[in-house]
Nanobody, 117 residues
């Protein structure tokens, strides 16, 4: 089965850092575009960062300069390094993999990030 599982969320003070991880299984990971999204109750899910199968990077304006997305195909993993965290970064963060072969999307279960003083 194809799946992605996130980890690394938690509680952090404003200005602090966290690194999220997402591990794929049952997929040809190097052929997947990967992305991080986040969602707060009552709000739409929004794209935070993307890294294409060939390494193309895209960031939301709200996180530009603070967050870094990276991938390790050998480990079938994508990461989100989050620095200088703000309370408005509080959300459930989701990993999404998109197959370049089939176009199908696969979502992780989400991991909670809470930024609070």
């Amino acid at each position: 089965q194809e799946q992605f599982v996130e980890s690394g969320g938690g509680l952090v003070q404003p200005g602090g850092s966290l690194r999220l991880s997402c591990v794929g299984s049952g997929v040809h990971f190097p052929l997947f575009h990967m992305a991080w999204y986040r969602q707060t109750p009552g709000n739409q899910r929004e794209m935070v960062a993307r890294i294409g199968s060939q390494g193309t990077l895209t960031y939301a304006d709200a996180v530009q300069g603070r967050f870094t997305i990276s991938r390790n195909n050998a480990k079938m993993s994508v990461y989100l390094q989050m620095n200088t965290l703000k309370p408005e970064d509080t959300a459930v963060y989701y990993c999404k993999g998109s197959s370049t072969v089939t176009g199908r999307d696969y979502w992780g279960q989400g991991t909670q990030v809470t930024v609070s003083s």
